[in-house]
């Protein structure tokens, strides 16, 4: 571990280094690593062997160690050694209390195979929401009966303001976003429930400001910290780390990576996100971490990323032992049998790896408006508790007769509808055409094999 004062210092006095270069080093060393550890993935294994995972954190540890993070503010480099790395992963909690009062959760570190069963915070992480609807959308995913927690979507403006980054609107939006999503919760009767971070700002001033008596709480939320895609940081990112340290909340951990840019398969995004999140917790002092990337075309569901899912939780829940939130995505849209399908598999890979809780439901890609729902966070809970225990032999199975459904249009996939189309927005139920398509989709998949409880 290193204090925030000493990561500034190594910021500010670090090796200089162009950009440029940096983004060599790390390509040219992280594409050694599999050959070097001897890591090869089996034909239709998404969730790996524990020898595998293991070498895959052993190639990590040796990433951070060699590149470092890239601060692109001062083009230097924060650089650690082996054994700030090593104290790092062995001083991390294996449990988190989020949310307060009768609301408090408790998300504990979760074996791959595991039979306990993960934690159900589900909810469009992001995704833009006009401000009519951001109420019973959101409400959507906090009412479900298993979601003791949500993730929020972003607010696209607010009182007449649009959401632009560094300006009042950013700010007066957040703000807007914070009490909105403290009534999500009171309406779902858990008024005091984890809702996991402000999505609406992305200003270090703006975040900050979200953490009011009537928005987000100190107990209740994490703050964002997260490494940039290539193991990059600037100063919002530690400074963020700063004020969470500052104020007892607990950072919001992961380190971006996107397939196909500067790691190529899932193998290297995998050692590279271990890596990042290895490097922003020796600073950042977090004790649990996201599982997500995309690859080039924006997509979650596909077969390399599913790859880099299993390897990432089966690694870390075996190494450094902490609560991991899975990920999941669709390129389908809401009500269709296709975003449920390509969700599923999603769930069943992160379920089985060893995830502890469940936050990111991103269908449509992620970037439809009003584009979520909470039927997709109901059937994620269906499939979650079907697979706890399951071996992985019969997940990597399952997964890919899931895939197999669906592969061939992930490049032209349906756009399927928004919230207010599928749902009614006053009574937040969803339509019966909805739940025609829900109730079609959980047969096709029960009978590919999914085990549903009922």
């Known amino acids: 571990m290193i204090s925030?004062?000493?990561?500034?210092?190594?910021?500010?006095?670090?090796?200089?280094?162009?950009?440029?270069?940096?983004?060599?080093?790390?390509?040219?060393?992280?594409?050694?690593?599999?050959?070097?550890?001897?890591?090869?993935?089996?034909?239709?294994?998404?969730?790996?062997?524990?020898?595998?995972?293991?070498k895959v954190f052993q190639a990590a540890i040796d990433l951070i160690v060699?590149?470092?993070?890239?601060?692109?503010?001062?083009?230097?480099?924060?650089?650690?050694?082996?054994?700030?790395?090593?104290?790092?992963?062995?001083?991390?909690?294996?449990?988190?209390?989020?949310?307060?009062?009768?609301?408090?959760i408790h998300i504990k570190h979760r074996w791959?195979?595991?039979?306990?069963?993960?934690?159900m915070c589900p909810g469009p992480a992001g995704m833009p929401a006009e401000e009519k609807y951001y109420i019973p959308l959101n409400l959507s995913f906090a009412k479900l009966p298993n979601s003791v927690g949500y993730t929020p979507s972003a607010l696209l403006g607010a009182r007449g303001f649009a959401n632009k980054a560094e300006t009042p609107g950013e700010l007066i939006t957040v703000l807007a976003e914070a009490?909105?999503?403290?009534?999500?919760?009171?309406?779902?009767?858990?008024?005091?429930?984890?809702?996991?971070?402000?999505?609406?700002?992305?200003?270090?001033?703006?975040?900050?400001?979200?953490?009011n008596p009537d928005g987000y709480s100190e107990k209740g939320s994490l703050m964002p910290t997260h490494v940039l895609p290539d193991l990059k940081i600037n100063w919002e990112r530690i400074t963020l780390a700063a004020y969470a340290l500052e104020r007892g909340i607990q950072p919001w951990t992961g380190a971006g990576t996107g397939l196909g840019t500067n790691t190529r398969n899932a193998v290297e995004a995998a050692i590279s996100q271990i890596a990042g999140t290895l490097g922003v917790m020796t600073y950042n002092n977090g004790h649990s971490m996201w599982?997500?990337?995309?690859?080039?075309?924006?997509?979650?569901?596909?077969?390399?990323?599913?790859?880099?899912?299993?390897?990432?939780?089966?690694?870390?829940?075996?190494?450094?032992?902490?609560?991991?939130?899975?990920?999941t995505g669709a390129a389908a849209g809401p009500?269709?049998?296709?975003?449920?399908?390509?969700?599923?598999?999603?769930?069943?890979?992160?379920?089985?790896?060893?995830?502890?809780?469940?936050?990111?439901?991103?269908?449509?890609?992620?970037?439809?408006t009003n584009g979520a729902t909470g039927m997709e966070g109901k059937m994620l809970d269906e499939v979650g508790k079907a697979v706890e225990g399951m071996d992985r032999g019969t997940a990597n199975e399952l997964?890919?007769?899931?895939?197999?459904?669906?592969?061939?249009?992930?490049?032209?996939?349906?756009?399927?509808?928004?919230?207010?189309?599928?749902?009614?927005?006053v009574k937040v139920e969803p339509t019966d055409e909805y739940k025609e398509i829900y109730a079609q989709a959980k047969e096709e998949m029960r009978q590919l094999g999914v085990p549903f409880r009922y």
């Open 399 to 425: 997964i890919g007769k899931l895939l197999a459904t669906y592969e061939d249009q992930l490049m032209d996939p349906p756009k399927g509808k928004t919230f207010p189309e599928c749902y009614d927005v």
């Open 291 to 327: 599982t997500s990337t995309f690859d080039r075309d924006g997509l979650i569901s596909c077969r390399e990323v599913l790859k880099m899912t299993g390897l990432v939780n089966v690694a870390v829940s075996r190494n450094l032992k902490i609560p991991i939130a899975g990920s």
């Open 179 to 211: 009490s909105m999503n403290r009534e999500v919760a009171r309406q779902a009767g858990k008024p005091r429930a984890f809702i996991l971070e402000p999505m609406s700002a992305v200003s270090p001033y703006a975040v900050f400001a979200s953490f």
């Open 4 to 54: 925030i004062l000493e990561a500034q210092y190594r910021c500010e006095n670090g090796p200089l280094m162009d950009e440029n270069k940096f983004n060599l080093k790390l390509m040219k060393y992280l594409r050694g690593l599999p050959k070097k550890y001897g890591i090869e993935l089996k034909e239709g294994e998404f969730i790996p062997d524990d020898e595998t995972a293991d």
């Open 335 to 368: 009500c269709t049998t296709m975003a449920l399908k390509e969700l599923s598999a999603c769930m069943i890979a992160t379920t089985v790896s060893g995830a502890g809780w469940l936050w990111l439901v991103l269908p449509g890609k992620g970037v439809m």
């Open 66 to 104: 060699e590149v470092g993070l890239y601060n692109i503010d001062t083009n230097r480099v924060l650089e650690f050694t082996k054994e700030e790395i090593i104290d790092t992963i062995n001083s991390r909690k294996s449990i988190i209390h989020l949310g307060e009062g009768t609301d408090t």
């Open 112 to 119: 791959p195979e595991d039979t306990e069963p993960i934690v």
